[in-house]
Structure formats: C-alpha cells, structure tokens
C-alpha cells in the first residue's frame, strides 16, 4: 500500500505529540524521558549554561521565518494568481484542491484539470486556500520583524539545534514537494489554460469576501491572538532592553502576563485555534497540527513558569503557566 505526504505528515504530528503527553505525566518513573524533552524544549533565559552543547544562538529564529516569508508569499501569489484566472466564483469552476492543506499536510493531491460538473464548493476551497495562506503570511511576517527589531536577543540567548533544525527541516520538505511537483505543475500546465484577461483589483479580493461566516470567525480569532502575541512580543522586549542595563531579570506585567506567565505562548495557541476554524475544521492533519501546537507550548510554558518561581521570590501566586484558570 502506498503511504502518501499526508499519512506521513500526520504520522510526523502524532510521534511529536505522544511523547510530550508521556513526559507531562506526574510519574517518577519518566522524569529521564522528561529531562530529555525539556532539553530540547528549553530555550533563552531557562536553558543553564551548563546544557550549551548542540546550542545555537536563539535569533537563528530569524532563519526560519525569513524561509517562512518567501516561501508562503510566493505559494499565496501562486495559489491568488490561479484562483483568480481559473477559480472565478461567477464563472465555470475548476477542479482545484488546497494548497494551503498541504502546508500541514492537507486533504487532497493538487490536480489541475477543467471540469464543468465541479460544484460550487470546490471553487470555494480555492478561495478557502487564498484565505488561509494570507492569513499565515500575515504570522511569519509580524514574526520576522519581531525577530529582527523588537526581541533583541543577547549572544547568550540559545536554544538546542534539534529545534532549529526541525523547524527548518520541515520546511525544505515542503519546499521540495511543492516547488518541486505542484507549483510547477501549475506554472507549466495551467498558464497556457488560464484565458488572458485584464485585471479586476475588485474581482481579485470580492471572492474572499464571500467566505463563509466560519472563515471570518476564524480571522477574527486569529487577530485577537495575533494582537495580543505581538503585545506581548514586545513587553518582552522592552525587558530584554531594560537586563542589558542593570544585568537583572524583571518580572513581566501587562496584557495577558496579568493572568498567565507566557501568554505568547497562549496567543500561539489562539492563533492556530482561529486557523483551525479558519479552515473549516474538517481537515484531520490541521487538528494534528494543533494538537502538537498545545501540546509543546504547554509543556515549556509549565517549565517557564517553574523558573519564574524559582527567580523571583514575589512573583505573582495567582498568575497561571499559560491557560487562565486552568493550568
């Protein structure tokens, strides 16, 4: 039987989740399985000098989100360009599956062909495509100025190289198979399909306006996090600004820092929730994708929030790690 990228990729999400689950366990017995977790996990002021080895410096973030950039801003103007000549919400539709489910191992293998008994709602998942890659270039964009003006990372800021490496494994798997056998496809099949016509900046935006309530929903989630993560983004970096004067740590306050010790990391989440809704909620490998979100940032968020106990004696009893009320 042939296993396909999706099966894979969901695979890949599972393995990733399972053994942040089994680490998070209250047993005495997986405090080896935990320590080795948290050593990859940790990162900036709770990894000790000591674990150093196979570290490299925490702004190499700045790598992963300039690929994030490039690579989602030329598969939206791709998957835009395509939508927009062979998708039209008013006109004949074409057969056309997400793009953008391929990011986090979609539904479907993309297929460019015309067919006139197509239904309406797969030109809509067109659009659907168009909608969610937009709003994820709008993530790694805010990410990589963050990165690069607002952070202020200090030399002594690492992380370990397995997640470095990670992150930009999985991108290069994408790239390869999308650059590789999709966009190409479209580039060398579908331009001598698409009808030349003039551009319609109305014709070229009207489309997503007509999404569904669902899709909106989700936006107006993923804003909400988005805001609050960018707020957040900066107090830390005030506070970066503000130890490379006096050498000290300072304990955070405002915006959601009032209720949780890493509310970052509790925008990430609502941002992937919105993406979530965002997408309609159907799509198995997505709902991984989220699992593996909450499942990683709950398990450093609850180390973070050990080591500002452990720092400062006055921090704040009430503030929870990273989910008000909960934990």
Same mark, same amino acid.
């Given at each position: 039987?042939?296993?396909?990228?999706?099966?894979?990729?969901?695979?890949?999400?599972?393995?990733?989740?399972?053994?942040?689950?089994?680490?998070s366990l209250p047993f005495r017995r997986l405090s080896r399985l935990h320590e080795a977790m948290m050593g990859f996990a940790k990162r900036g002021k709770?990894?000790?000098?000591?674990?150093?080895?196979?570290?490299?410096?925490?702004?190499?973030?700045?790598?992963?989100?300039?690929?994030?950039?490039?690579?989602?801003?030329?598969?939206?103007?791709?998957?835009?360009?395509?939508?927009?000549?062979?998708?039209?919400?008013?006109?004949?539709?074409?057969?056309?599956?997400?793009?953008?489910?391929?990011?986090?191992?979609?539904?479907?293998?993309?297929?460019?062909?015309?067919?006139?008994?197509?239904?309406?709602?797969?030109?809509?998942?067109?659009?659907?495509?168009?909608?969610?890659?937009?709003? *994820?270039? @709008?993530?790694?964009?805010?990410?990589?100025?963050? %990165?690069?003006? +607002?952070?202020? $990372?200090?030399? #002594? /800021?690492? *992380?370990? @190289?397995?997640?470095?490496?990670?992150?930009?494994? %999985?991108?290069? +798997?994408?790239? $390869?198979?999308? #650059? /590789?056998?999709?966009?190409?496809?479209?580039?060398?099949?579908?331009?001598?399909?698409?009808?030349?016509?003039?551009?319609?900046?109305?014709?070229?935006?009207?489309?997503?306006?007509?999404?569904?309530?669902?899709?909106?929903?989700?936006?107006?989630?993923?804003?909400?996090?988005?805001?609050?993560?960018?707020?957040?983004?900066?107090?830390?970096?005030?506070?970066?600004?503000?130890?490379?004067?006096?050498?000290?740590?300072?304990?955070?306050?405002?915006?959601?820092?009032?209720?949780?010790?890493?509310?970052?990391?509790?925008?990430?989440?609502?941002?992937?929730a919105g993406l979530v809704v965002a997408s309609g909620g159907s799509d198995l490998t997505i709902w991984l994708l989220f699992g593996f979100v909450v499942?990683?940032?709950?398990?450093?968020?609850?180390?973070?929030?050990?080591?500002?106990?452990?720092?400062?004696?006055?921090?704040?009893?009430?503030?929870?790690?990273?989910?008000?009320?909960?934990?």
């Amino acid at each position: 039987m042939e296993i396909g990228l999706v099966e894979l990729l969901r695979a890949a999400w599972i393995a990733g989740i399972l053994p942040l689950l089994v680490a998070s366990l209250p047993f005495r017995r997986l405090s080896r399985l935990h320590e080795a977790m948290m050593g990859f996990a940790k990162r900036g002021k709770i990894m000790q000098s000591s674990s150093y080895k196979f570290t490299v410096p925490q702004r190499f973030f700045t790598h992963f989100y300039a690929l994030a950039v490039i690579w989602t801003g030329l598969l939206l103007a791709a998957t835009w360009l395509y939508a927009y000549e062979m998708a039209p919400i008013a006109s004949e539709p074409f057969l056309y599956s997400s793009i953008a489910g391929h990011l986090t191992g979609g539904l479907h293998h993309f297929t460019l062909h015309r067919s006139r008994s197509t239904p309406l709602k797969h030109r809509y998942m067109v659009w659907k495509s168009v909608f969610l890659l937009l709003l *994820m270039e @709008i993530q790694v964009l805010r990410r990589l100025y963050e %990165n690069i003006y +607002v952070f202020n $990372y200090s030399p #002594s /800021a690492r *992380m370990h @190289i397995f997640a470095y490496l990670t992150g930009l494994f %999985n991108f290069a +798997v994408e790239v $390869y198979e999308f #650059s /590789a056998n999709r966009v190409s496809e479209f580039i060398v099949r579908g331009k001598d399909q698409m009808a030349s016509s003039e551009f319609d900046l109305w014709e070229f935006v009207n489309p997503l306006i007509k999404l569904g309530w669902r899709h909106w929903i989700g936006a107006i989630i993923f804003l909400w996090g988005w805001i609050h993560q960018h707020q957040c983004h900066r107090i830390l970096g005030s506070l970066r600004e503000r130890r490379e004067e006096n050498h000290e740590y300072v304990i955070p306050h405002g915006n959601w820092f009032k209720l949780v010790s890493c509310p970052h990391y509790l925008a990430e989440i609502v941002i992937y929730a919105g993406l979530v809704v965002a997408s309609g909620g159907s799509d198995l490998t997505i709902w991984l994708l989220f699992g593996f979100v909450v499942a990683n940032l709950v398990f450093a968020a609850a180390e973070t929030h050990r080591w500002y106990h452990s720092k400062f004696d006055n921090y704040p009893r009430d503030r929870y790690a990273i989910i008000p009320l909960i934990y």
